[in-house]
């Protein structure tokens, strides 16, 4: 199977920035669609942003401007670039990528959760 390991969150003032990660490794042929969605307390998981093979991007309204999305396809890692941070993006982000295995199946993966804390 596949496993995705998530690094980057922590504790970081508003207006500061942060910079996650997500990298993959496993039995892979291909990813297709990576992504990065959060969960606050109480709340349910929200996208944040996806991106495509091809490199088309898609964000959340709450964030556009301030977040961006890159990959490497080389490494399988997905990056989140977040700037001028605000409380209300704090939040446990998860990674999900869009996994073809060798066999041609296509299923969904998802990273463990790094916490992303922003002070007012």
């Known amino acids: 199977q596949v496993r995705l390991v998530e690094s980057g969150g922590g504790l970081v003032q508003a207006g500061g920035s942060l910079r996650l990660s997500c990298a993959a490794s496993g039995s892979i042929f291909s990813i297709n669609t990576m992504g990065w969605y959060r969960q606050a307390p109480g709340e349910q998981r929200e996208l944040v942003a996806t991106i495509t093979r091809g490199r088309s991007t898609n964000y959340a309204d709450s964030v556009k401007g301030r977040f961006t999305i890159s990959r490497d396809n080389a490494k399988n890692t997905v990056y989140l670039q977040m700037n001028s941070l605000k409380p209300e993006d704090t939040a446990v982000y998860y990674c999900?990528?869009?996994?073809?295995?060798?066999?041609?199946?296509?299923?969904?993966?998802w990273g463990q959760g790094t916490q992303v804390t922003v002070s007012s």
């Open positions: 999900n990528f869009r996994v073809v295995n060798f066999g041609y199946y296509e299923y969904d993966s």
